[in-house]
């Protein structure tokens, strides 16, 4: 079966974004110091902490001007590692239980759990409140299938770590889950005949089917 045009999309677009990045080191050394990066490492080789101690991100040591630059950063690179997850529910999901608000979920949530997590940095206080905000919060449609959850999960862990300086993490996660979808959906994994699909069928689209058009009345023969 050939390829997608999915996944030419994903690795022209990563591709594209790596370029950039690599241009951007070459040509100012000094830009990391104002790039959400590094989280990684200080989650995994930070020492052991009271449960209350926040991880330290890396706008704190950039000053005001810096701080802002950084925040822009975050935000927009939560924008750009979520974008192509909204190309991979448009492309695999079922037409007859598509959601476009799914969609706008993807791409605007990453962006709004950043600010959050950077809100509520280092303040159980502002954690609390948090919570008892959401907690007020009604959701009225319930998502359809648990596969539309894991890219809700997604999208917050995207935020969650653009909020704390590892954009670099947010990327490989997204990385693994748009081409791990891309394989179960080329392959078709798990399917069989009769049951519910949360994928819809791999391949070229089936032609629309024409509508049956009532035929005129042919005039009687006279007799």
Known sequence: MPLPRLFYSLTFYYLGVTVVLL???????????YLPIGGVEEL????PR?????????????????SLVWLIIAVGAALLAALPVSWTYIAIRARDEYMQSIVETIILLPMIVTAIVIVVQNSLALAFSLAGIAAGVQFRNALKSPGDALFILLAIGTGLSAGIGAVELAFVVTIAFNYGFLVLWITDYGAREGTRRYLRRP??????????RPRKAEPEADE
Do not use: C, H, M, Y
């Not at 951007?24 to 990391?32: E, H, K, Q, S, V």
């Not at 995994?44 to 020492?47: D, F, G, H, N």
């Not at 009271?50 to 810096?66: M, W």
């Open 23 to 33: 241009a951007a080191f070459l040509l100012n050394p000094d830009i990391r110091n």
């Open 44 to 47: 995994i080789a930070q020492p």
């Open 50 to 66: 009271g449960p209350f101690e926040g991880v330290e991100i890396g706008g704190s040591r950039t000053g005001t001007l810096g």
């Open 203 to 212: 391949g070229p689209k089936p032609a629309k089917e024409e509508r049956a």
